[in-house]
């Protein structure tokens, strides 16, 4: 098989031991607390508005967040049993969001759930709405409404379906999981929306540094009509939606572009995994798997259920092996840090990883020696030297020309520059003010 890749891109050390373990399922075999905080906030997009109140009893899978819009997703009940509360909790970006909590009553009481039988027989008319209904938001990490990506605006066209299972992210093992221990639901997934969509080519995109992966999902696209698995080179930022369709079609998405612009949807391989849960048998989207590593004593893979509190997801795996210095959700290279442990997982919640005091220490920024490398890296193409300078000068409207916008702060160049420069960081506070000036503007003009 022919291998494909992107231009530019890093080699960062990818962390992955615990990959080689099988998932632990915490769903079935053991709780790991006898509560779940669940956000109402886990999309891109309006939160959901919590529809129970404190004492309420609820059962497993019910709707206790109603989306506020096309651009929003409905939450429900990872566990059953008594709501504790509703509130405002501290979340990711310092802004606090509502969130419900219940306390498990480990009886798993489901709710009445509609299965709608086979993917390749349900009513193709039935897909995304079941999918909007399910709650299902992109599972990579960017939290995108699925059924938003899959509803296009009049004359766009898709010929192709790319599902995601790049996996690049540093420490990063869930997706692999996923694809070697459910990779029939994935395919599943894959040829409901194929036949939601009326598209007749679906290719599953992996990185040969899982030659397992590869392997099993071959197995389990065998005889699905128009399923292809793709090897990739293993190279970081490869799971970047527009690097992803560069290597896998040629195709380059423009600037400030979306992946239909050129035919195109991507799913991440957990989100079609949710939408077969969804179409097969019914379930909303509470569970996923998430890795948990780094200063921890038995790093892991597990299935958890949605708003399980990062401190208990930690001690399913024994705790602290270290002093922390910091837990972020996701991989080294783009995750978030959390303000503490207290945090709940989300649906976008693919890693948790716990660095030590040492490995979290920042290093101070030298001046720039002009040695090209974060040009060279950039898979988007952009001058991040030229884009600090403009962002540390709160010259946005420059940072702006210099397609600031395009950043998909993956990175790269703060991971090769030798002066240690905060290169991410800078486009991130330029990305930040743009979006808060056209907010403004936007407001002004109503």
């Known amino acids: 098989m022919q291998?494909?890749?992107f231009r530019r891109g890093i080699h960062p050390l990818h962390h992955a031991h615990e990959g080689k373990m099988p998932t632990r399922n915490l769903e079935t075999r053991e709780y790991v607390s006898d509560i779940v905080t669940i956000s109402m906030a886990m999309n891109i997009g309006a939160p959901a508005t919590p529809c129970v109140?404190?004492?309420?009893?609820?059962?497993?899978?019910?709707?206790?967040?109603?989306?506020?819009?096309?651009?929003?997703?409905?939450?429900?009940?990872?566990v059953s049993g008594e709501?504790?509360?509703?509130?405002?909790?501290?979340?990711?970006?310092?802004?606090?969001?509502?969130?419900?909590?219940?306390?498990?009553?480990?009886?798993?009481?489901?709710?009445?759930?509609?299965?709608?039988?086979?993917v390749e027989h349900v009513d193709p008319a039935k897909v995304i709405p079941a999918i909007q209904q399910a709650g299902i938001t992109g599972m990579g990490g960017a939290s995108?409404?699925?059924?938003?990506?899959?509803?296009?605006?009049?004359?766009?066209?898709?010929?192709?379906?790319?599902?995601?299972?790049?996996?690049?992210?540093?420490?990063?093992?869930?997706?692999?999981?996923?694809?070697?221990?459910?990779?029939?639901?994935?395919?599943?997934?894959?040829?409901?929306?194929?036949?939601a969509l009326k598209v007749e080519k679906g290719i599953i995109a992996i990185e040969d540094n899982k030659p397992e992966a590869i392997a099993a999902m071959q197995k389990a696209a065998a005889g699905r009509d128009g399923v292809t698995v793709q090897a990739l080179k293993t190279k970081y930022p490869q799971g970047g939606e527009k690097q992803l369709i560069e290597a896998v079609t040629g195709r380059q998405v423009p600037t400030r572009g979306l992946p239909i612009d050129v035919g195109l949807v991507v799913l991440n391989v957990g989100t079609c995994a949710a939408i077969a849960d969804a179409i097969i048998d019914g379930k909303p989207l509470v569970s996923r798997i998430t890795t948990v590593t780094g200063c921890v004593r038995e790093p892991s893979n597990l299935r958890l259920r949605i708003g399980t509190v990062t401190q208990d997801a930690i001690g399913a795996c024994g705790g602290f092996s270290d002093t922390v210095g910091k837990v972020f959700f996701?991989?080294?290279?783009?995750?978030?840090?959390?303000?503490?442990?207290?945090?709940?997982?989300?649906?976008?919640?693919?890693?948790?990883?716990?660095?030590?005091?040492?490995?979290s220490k920042s290093m101070d920024e030298s001046p720039c020696i002009h040695c090209g490398r974060c040009v060279a890296a950039c898979p988007i193409g952009l001058n991040p030297y030229q884009i600090k300078v403009a962002a540390d000068a709160s010259n946005f409207e420059a940072a702006d020309k210099?397609?600031?916008?395009?950043?998909?702060?993956?990175?790269?160049?703060?991971?090769?520059?030798?002066?240690?420069?905060?290169?991410?960081?800078?486009?991130?506070?330029?990305?930040?003010?743009?979006?808060?000036?056209?907010?403004?503007?936007?407001?002004?003009?109503?």
Not at 341 to 359: L, R
Not at 421 to 445: E, P
């Open 3 to 5: 291998k494909k890749s």
């Open 53 to 78: 109140k404190k004492g309420d009893q609820v059962k497993l899978g019910q709707v206790i967040g109603t989306a506020n819009g096309f651009m929003s997703v409905p939450v429900h009940a990872s």
């Open 83 to 118: 709501v504790t509360a509703v509130e405002a909790i501290p979340y990711l970006g310092g802004e606090p969001v509502m969130a419900v909590t219940i306390k498990n009553d480990f009886t798993d009481t489901w709710c009445d759930l509609e299965p709608l039988g086979s």
């Open 144 to 195: 995108f409404p699925t059924h938003v990506k899959l509803t296009f605006k009049e004359g766009a066209v898709c010929d192709t379906i790319l599902v995601n299972g790049a996996e690049c992210e540093t420490h990063l093992t869930a997706d692999y999981r996923l694809m070697l221990e459910n990779s029939v639901r994935i395919v599943d997934g894959l040829r409901a929306v194929m036949r």
């Open 330 to 359: 996701g991989g080294a290279m783009t995750g978030l840090c959390l303000p503490n442990t207290a945090v709940p997982m989300a649906k976008s919640t693919n890693g948790i990883v716990v660095f030590n005091e040492k490995e």
């Open 402 to 446: 210099l397609h600031v916008q395009d950043c998909m702060l993956c990175g790269s160049c703060a991971y090769v520059c030798p002066s240690r420069r905060w290169l991410t960081s800078s486009f991130k506070f330029a990305k930040d003010k743009l979006a808060a000036q056209a907010r403004a503007k936007g407001g002004a003009s109503k």
